[in-house]
Every structure is written in structure tokens, then in C-alpha cells.
């Protein structure tokens, strides 16, 4: 049975000429910024986002930590939603790591934060207080929805951030799939942010990495934080051979997985039983509900699993569906068929 995996964008396999790319890759240690397939990534990802340098980490996870440490000490404090990946789903690094106070703010469902609340969480220079250095945002917004912000909405927050004096760190994941709904250059959305890290592994399926943009200083200030946390690697050409052909084949085919994605949309608002805003449908990430109590969610994701469908289930009553490069058209119509008997039975 060919298995329909929906959990995540995270779960895509290298392709063909990362492999290839894998294979072939001169490399050299890095810890002594002698590796050629590192130095190229690197700075092909800072042209990407328009900014003076780039740094290659393991993880968005590492990413958007060794960003926050550089950012900020010990007893300083950072703003982000309350949906923020970073705040939910990162084991709390900034605080446990680094001391570093992380403030929440309502994440309205269109993944912004509103400027009045970012602006009322701002510390008054007061010795009760953590010092306030940081605005964090993230786009698309996974928890979010997948959702979209676009560099004017993000100027909202930017402003409040630049009349404080405080930087803007933006976890952008997912920020080409960003850029591909708004027909923009990811660059465009990274001016909105003093730091940017974004992933190669996720939609743009490389097996492994993220990258953190910023200036010359940042980075550098970074590139230490990296080594302290123990993610300086050595030959690392062999895994950013693969981060190089994602940034230059697989940027574009995003809009497929997000047509897909409506698709399937489209599909699960015809299903009774499920609740779907098509409306709230942007990028590769779709969130759903249910519409009757007699059925479970995770009852509806084991009975998919053992149909060859698996989704995920983010709450005791909320569904993700997220679309990615193994994944075709005509798997979303498999899954729908399986969600259709599925809900028929349960339902
Ligand atoms: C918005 C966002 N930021 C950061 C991350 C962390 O990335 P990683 O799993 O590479 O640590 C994820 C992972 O799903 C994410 O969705």
C-alpha cells in the first residue's frame, strides 16, 4: 500500500540530484571555514535573504536559537506569540540555555501579533524588570495555520521594535513558501527582520539544515554561539551540497504543494464531519476541526493510518494536513477517498 504521509513537510526525501550533489561534494573542515560546499551555501543563502552573511546550522531549531543567544543575554527578554514554534515547540533552549526571558502575546489566527500588544509587553528600563532586546515573528505560521504575513504587516511590528531600539528576529522555516503565495522575493520578507532562519529540510526536502541571515557582526557573534551549543561541524559540504540543489530547484515547486493543498481543502469541506476555512488555507499547512462530537480525532488518525493515510493531530480536537514534494495529486485524492470512508463509518 503506497502510504500518504500528510504529518509534515519534515518528512520529505532528498531527491535524486541532492544525493547526487551529496556524492560529489568537495568538502573541507569547516570549523576552520575551509570547506567550499559550506562557504557556497552559505553565501548563496545570505544573497537569498538580502543580508551581509549566513551561517549553516542543523536545525530550524538551532537556527532560531543560536539567533536569540546572539540577540540576547542573560536576564534579557524576548516577545513572540503565543503559537510561536519557538515558544511551543523548541523545549523552552532560550530560557534553559541562555537565560533568556521569553514574553508571550496573543498570536492572532493570522499569525500576526498585534503592534498595541507588542508595544504594551515592552519593559519600562526599571531594575524589576528583564531587559526587553528582542520581537520574534514567524512566517508562514505553522501553528498558525500556515498562514502568511506579508512585508507590510510585518512593518507594523518592525516599527514598534526600531522606535524601542529592539531587533527583530523572524523564524522563517517555511518563508519561500511564503514568498511563492505572495509572489515576492523571500529576500523582500527578510527585510522586515534584523535575523532570518530558515529550513532546507522541510519543504525544500533536503535531509538536513537550516541557515540563520544577518549582518556581518550578527553573524560572526553567531558562528561562536554555534560552536557553544556544539553544533560547528566539520565536513559539513556533504549535507550542504543537498541544502545548495534545494535552494536551486526546489524554491518554485512550492506552489504546487500549495494548490495541493487546496485541494485537499476543498475535498475535507465536503466531508461531513469535518469543519474547514478555506479561507484560512494559504501555503502547505492546513488546520481542521471537527463539526460533530461523535467522533474523536485521534479515533479519525488511527483509522486513516491503518487506511495508509497519516495525519497529524496537533490538539485533542484539531487535525494538520501539510503538503510537500512526496506528495502528488494523485495522493491527495487517495486521502480524501480514505478520509471520506473514514468519516462515513465513524461519523
Ligand atoms: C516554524 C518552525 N520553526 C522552526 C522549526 C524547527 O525546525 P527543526 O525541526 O529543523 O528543528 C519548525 C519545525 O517544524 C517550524 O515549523
Not at 536576564?75 to 519557538?86: N, P, T, V
Not at 520574534?136 to 504587516?153: D, I, K, M, S, W
Not at 519543504?203 to 551549543?229: D, E, M, Q, Y
Not at 493531530?313 to 485524492?333: C, K, M, Q, W
Request: contains cysteine.
Amino acid at each position: 500500500m503506497r502510504i500518504v504521509d500528510l504529518r509534515s513537510d519534515t518528512v520529505t526525501l532528498p531527491t535524486p540530484a541532492m544525493r547526487e550533489a551529496m556524492y560529489r561534494a568537495e568538502v573541507g573542515d569547516d570549523v576552520y571555514g575551509e570547506d567550499p560546499t559550506v562557504n557556497r551555501l552559505e553565501a548563496m543563502a545570505a544573497e537569498r535573504m538580502g543580508k551581509e552573511a549566513a551561517l549553516f546550522v542543523v536545525s530550524g531549531t538551532m537556527g532560531n536559537l543560536v539567533s536569540l543567544l546572539t540577540h540576547c543575554g542573560r536576564g534579557d527578554e524576548a516577545i513572540m506569540g503565543d503559537k510561536a514554534h519557538s515558544f511551543l515547540y523548541e523545549a523552552q533552549g532560550a530560557s534553559v540555555l541562555g537565560g533568556i526571558a521569553v514574553r508571550t502575546v496573543l498570536n492572532l489566527p493570522n499569525g500576526m501579533l498585534d503592534p498595541t500588544d507588542v508595544e504594551a509587553a515592552i519593559r519600562d528600563d526599571n531594575v524589576h524588570f528583564p531587559r526587553t532586546r528582542l520581537v520574534c515573528l514567524e512566517n508562514t505560521h505553522n501553528r498558525c495555520g500556515g498562514a502568511v504575513l506579508t512585508p507590510g504587516q510585518m512593518s507594523t511590528i518592525r516599527e514598534v521594535a526600531l522606535r524601542h531600539g529592539l531587533a527583530v528576529h523572524l523564524d522563517g522555516a517555511r518563508i519561500f513558501n511564503a514568498a511563492v503565495v505572495l509572489g515576492i522575493e523571500a529576500k523582500e520578507i527578510a527585510a522586515q527582520a534584523d535575523s532570518v532562519q530558515f529550513c532546507f529540510s522541510k519543504g525544500l526536502s533536503a535531509p538536513v539544515g537550516s541557515a540563520i541571515c544577518g549582518s556581518a557582526a550578527f553573524i560572526k557573534t553567531a558562528r561562536r554561539n554555534r560552536k557553544l551549543v556544539g553544533g560547528a561541524m566539520r565536513q559539513a559540504g556533504v549535507i550542504a551540497a543537498a541544502a545548495i540543489v534545494a535552494l536551486e530547484q526546489m524554491v518554485d515547486r512550492l506552489a504546487e504543494d500549495h494548490e495541493n493543498a487546496y485541494v485537499l481543502a476543498e475535498g475535507l469541506a465536503e466531508i461531513p464531519g469535518f469543519d474547514v476555512d478555506l479561507k484560512a488555507v494559504q501555503s502547505n499547512i492546513i488546520t481542521f476541526g471537527l463539526s460533530t462530537s461523535r467522533v474523536q480525532v485521534r479515533d479519525v488518525v488511527k483509522a486513516l493510518a491503518s487506511e495508509g493515510v497519516k495525519l497529524g493531530a496537533i490538539s485533542p480536537t484539531r487535525f494538520r494536513a501539510v503538503t510537500h514534494y512526496g506528495i502528488n495529486r494523485e495522493d491527495i485524492l487517495t486521502a480524501l477517498a480514505a478520509m471520506r470512508k473514514v468519516m462515513s463509518q465513524l461519523a
